[in-house]
């Protein structure tokens, strides 16, 4: 082979790769080609990015339930149509219609990234639809410092811990991780997976707080008023209230009241952009915030969320 390459290349690489060790029959020169088309015709697939898993997205191979693979899940959104969850949440091969994590109202949960490519960071949101993906409503928004991570690591971590609203509905959800990424190509980034909703786990009563003379018999019962939640304790010596918290209610009493997700760069659904080099401030993040590092910007254009994913 007097004219060809004879080029080299580390086993560990070649593995990585995903391409046979060169044999008798495949030169080194036949191996070269075949990495340079690879990296040719699929440049999003030789770039990969970052996209959940855990809990187990759609088209996952972390996903039991997925028996159609996406081996480049980590990619962006490439346009409309492929809002959102690229589609997979309705496809039964890709895993819809199956939980991989079953949640209680008002529980702390955690949810795992992989990857490479962190972009230098960005802001995301985890978000719940009860509708089947044509509203998601914002669970928790992260602001700056997402991922978290450093050049040239690897991507695997929990990004953080999000509380499960106690108004969810009991029931069958699907959760939606969303990313605008700081530096490079306007995108939208979108994994998704089927989870199930469980009621509150239950708790232990406290004991009323009494700031009155204490006396043998004492009996407690709630009362609603119009205008505030009271404690009547009625002892020997007379009958007092007290205004208690009436925070503990509103369970299974829906998303509602929560805002929309930050839909953006998806061109046919609006024209809302991130500036290039910037992290986004949500317009509407919601009750739940973490705030990273870093200065953050509103989005330009009109980011109202589209008419045309609600259907209406």
Request: glycine share 8%.
């Amino acid at each position: 082979m007097p004219y060809g390459l004879d080029i080299r290349f580390p086993p560990t690489l070649v593995k990585k790769l995903g391409f046979p060790e060169p044999s008798a029959k495949m030169g080194s020169t036949t191996l070269l080609i075949s990495i340079l088309l690879l990296l040719c015709i699929s440049p999003h697939t030789s770039q990969a990015h970052i996209t959940l898993k855990s809990p187990p997205p759609f088209g996952s191979r972390h996903n039991p339930y997925s028996l159609t693979r996406d081996w480049s899940l980590t990619n962006p959104l490439l346009n409309a149509s492929f809002f959102p969850c690229k589609n997979y949440h309705t496809s039964p091969s890709h895993g819809a219609g199956h939980p991989v994590a079953s949640w209680p109202a008002g529980s702390t949960q955690n949810f795992t990234l992989e990857g490479t490519a962190w972009h230098n960071g960005g802001s995301c949101q985890v978000s719940l639809s009860y509708d089947n993906g044509k509203r998601w409503k914002v669970v928790k928004s992260f602001i700056g410092g997402c991922p978290p991570g450093a050049p040239d690591e690897r991507i695997e971590f929990s990004v953080g811990s999000f509380t499960v609203p106690k108004e969810a509905e009991v029931g069958e959800a699907l959760f939606a991780w969303t990313w605008f990424n700081r530096i490079g190509n306007r995108e939208m980034y979108m994994s998704c997976a089927a989870v199930t909703i469980t009621k509150p786990e239950p708790e232990p009563e406290p004991e009323p707080e009494l700031d009155y003379p204490l006396q043998e018999q004492i009996s407690v019962s709630p009362q609603c008023s119009n205008t505030a939640d009271l404690l009547i304790v009625q002892s020997n010596e007379g009958v007092y209230t007290k205004q208690i918290d009436a925070s503990s209610s509103g369970y299974g009493n829906g998303l509602e009241d929560f805002p929309d997700i930050l839909v953006a760069q998806l061109e046919g659904l609006n024209n809302c952009y991130i500036p290039e080099g910037e992290q986004v401030e949500f317009p509407h993040p919601g009750r739940n915030v973490y705030r990273g590092a870093g200065p953050a910007v509103l989005p330009r254009g009109n980011c109202e969320y589209p008419d045309l994913i609600m259907g209406t």
